[in-house]
């Protein structure tokens, strides 16, 4: 790994809110932006660093192939029907917003079996950290869940050529296999603006030299929530109430 990648990956550790139950961190990022990778060496540093970290990824929770194509194969499909985002919630992401000892699956589906898994459920760690490479990351059905996001900023051209080599595919932003996921991100950029809303963008055109070129300026002690910042206090009763009376509730 390079000096450049592992400088990054400490900024994004350093981001990690300091709070007393498990964490959830997501890298979105459009496809072929380098996810996966991102994810995967982000939980090493984590757990070289002494973290209890889990990986998982939002293909693992894909809709079977049959509702995925039935209304044909577009960006607009690719965007509403991929992934089955209650699952996700109710075997995934929920369990570890529950906290320490909730039951959790990290997959659902097979994506290429096509199948339906049932797999074992595991407890979640006591201060663990779940990270989870998931495209459309931020839509409305999960963005309440993290505690970090971070968006790897990589411009269409060069996602074309990665997913290419990747899947097999014409380098040609024009074929089908690749115009339906550009249009799928402008879906999802158009909805949410997830480059704005993510904690931590890192231009990852280089994935050798990443650069991390903007962060959410939160407070220190302060953690960003889709409805705001939030700070978790612990007081005494007399505290309390004067802080009450301060904020207008008493």
Known sequence: MTPERLAVLARV???LPDLDRPLLVAVDGGDGAGKTWFADDLARHLEETGRVTVRATVDDFHHPR??????????????????????????????WCQGPGSAYRRRHHDLAADALLDEPRLAVPDH???????????REELRDCWDLVVWLEVGDEARVRRMAARDGV??????????????????YRDAVDPVRSADLVVDNSDPDRPVLVGRAVVPPGWH???????????????TAERINRLLGGG
Request: charged share 30%; glycine share 6%.
């Open 13 to 15: 550790a350093d981001a």
């Open 66 to 95: 049959t509702f995925r194509h039935e209304l044909g194969r577009t960006g607009e499909t690719v965007w509403a029907r991929s992934f089955d985002y209650r699952a996700l919630r109710r075997e995934l992401l929920d369990p």
């Open 128 to 138: 663990g950290v779940l990270v989870v490479d998931a495209v459309f990351a931020q």
């Open 170 to 187: 014409a380098a040609d932003a024009g074929h089908d296999e690749q115009r339906r996921y550009l249009e799928a991100q402008r879906l």
């Open 224 to 238: 960003r929530t889709p409805h705001g910042l939030r700070r978790v206090v612990t007081t005494d009763p007399e």
